[in-house]
């Protein structure tokens, strides 16, 4: 009887141990889908901000402008740091360094002139599923493997989906006539400048300003 009595007692207590522990883990599963509820709105929030800049470049070369949309709204810190560049100077009189047909490779952004150069820092990459290289005419920044983003950035002339999920995007051309320009640069030509426009571009940057001071010390020594 005695024994009985102690085996109930037991399981008792084991079975509440397991009410308990079930309830905790059941506590922390609903709080992380709390917390990622929050994270998920606050990033929608972000991107819908992002996407109001209404951004543009204007790539001046030796041939023409380029005009291109850019897409914070899906590669932020990459656009941002192609913006800061641009409006800092870094890009101007630089030549492009790859071109290559008929893969239809236009690409610049290098301070060395060989493919080697970059800016002394790096941006990981910002890829989304709807964003692709299956129509032409693309501005994406170029890398050294994943991770790996700093000056350099390259057009498509032609659709290239073998790119897709390996390149960040950053923006498109606006019309043929910006895809005819690119078609027709050479390795001599040069970008003249680079201007940003958009809606309270400042505004945009200052999202970034911990990026802005860290970019802006690797370029004081780089220089």
Same mark, same amino acid.
Do not use: C, H
């Given at each position: 009887?005695?024994?009985?009595? &102690?085996?109930?007692?037991?399981?008792?207590?084991? =079975?509440?141990?397991?009410?308990?522990?079930?309830?905790?883990?059941?506590?922390? $599963?609903? #709080?992380?889908?709390?917390?990622?509820?929050?994270?998920?709105?606050?990033?929608?929030?972000?991107?819908?901000?992002?996407? +109001?800049?209404?951004?543009?470049?204007?790539?001046?070369?030796?041939?023409? +402008?380029?005009?291109?949309? &850019?897409?914070?709204?899906?590669?932020?810190?990459?656009?941002? =740091?192609?913006?800061?560049?641009?409006?800092?100077?870094?890009?101007?009189?630089?030549?492009?360094?790859? /071109?290559?047909? @008929?893969?239809?490779?236009?690409?610049?952004?290098? @301070?060395?002139? +060989?493919?080697?150069?970059?800016?002394?820092?790096?941006?990981?990459?910002?890829?989304?599923?709807?964003?692709?290289?299956? #129509?032409?005419?693309?501005?994406?920044?170029?890398?050294?493997?994943?991770? #790996?983003? $700093? !000056?350099?950035? %390259?057009? #498509?002339? /032609? @659709?290239?989906?073998?790119?897709?999920?390996?390149?960040? /995007? /950053?923006?498109? *051309?606006? *019309?043929? +006539?910006?895809?005819?320009?690119?078609? !027709?640069?050479?390795?001599?030509?040069?970008?003249?400048?680079?201007?940003?426009?958009?809606?309270?571009?400042?505004? %945009?940057?200052?999202? %970034?300003?911990?990026?802005?001071?860290?970019?802006? !010390? %690797?370029?004081? !020594?780089?220089?």
């Amino acid at each position: 009887m005695l024994v009985g009595i &102690l085996l109930l007692l037991i399981l008792n207590i084991g =079975n509440a141990k397991t009410v308990k522990s079930q309830k905790k883990s059941k506590s922390k $599963s609903e #709080t992380k889908q709390k917390v990622d509820k929050k994270e998920d709105k606050a990033n929608e929030k972000f991107l819908k901000e992002m996407e +109001d800049f209404r951004m543009e470049a204007v790539i001046r070369t030796t041939k023409g +402008d380029i005009n291109v949309f &850019l897409y914070p709204e899906a590669a932020p810190k990459n656009v941002a =740091n192609f913006v800061f560049l641009a409006k800092n100077g870094f890009y101007d009189g630089l030549s492009f360094s790859k /071109i290559t047909f @008929p893969e239809a490779i236009v690409q610049g952004g290098d @301070p060395v002139g +060989d493919g080697t150069g970059g800016t002394g820092y790096l941006v990981n990459d910002e890829i989304v599923k709807w964003l692709n290289f299956n #129509t032409e005419g693309m501005l994406a920044m170029a890398n050294k493997g994943p991770n #790996t983003n $700093s !000056s350099q950035f %390259f057009f #498509t002339a /032609i @659709p290239a989906p073998k790119f897709n999920g390996k390149y960040t /995007i /950053i923006g498109g *051309t606006k *019309t043929k +006539d910006d895809l005819n320009i690119i078609k !027709s640069l050479k390795i001599e030509d040069k970008i003249i400048t680079i201007d940003i426009k958009g809606y309270k571009i400042n505004d %945009f940057l200052n999202y %970034f300003s911990k990026e802005t001071k860290e970019w802006s !010390s %690797f370029l004081r !020594s780089y220089r």
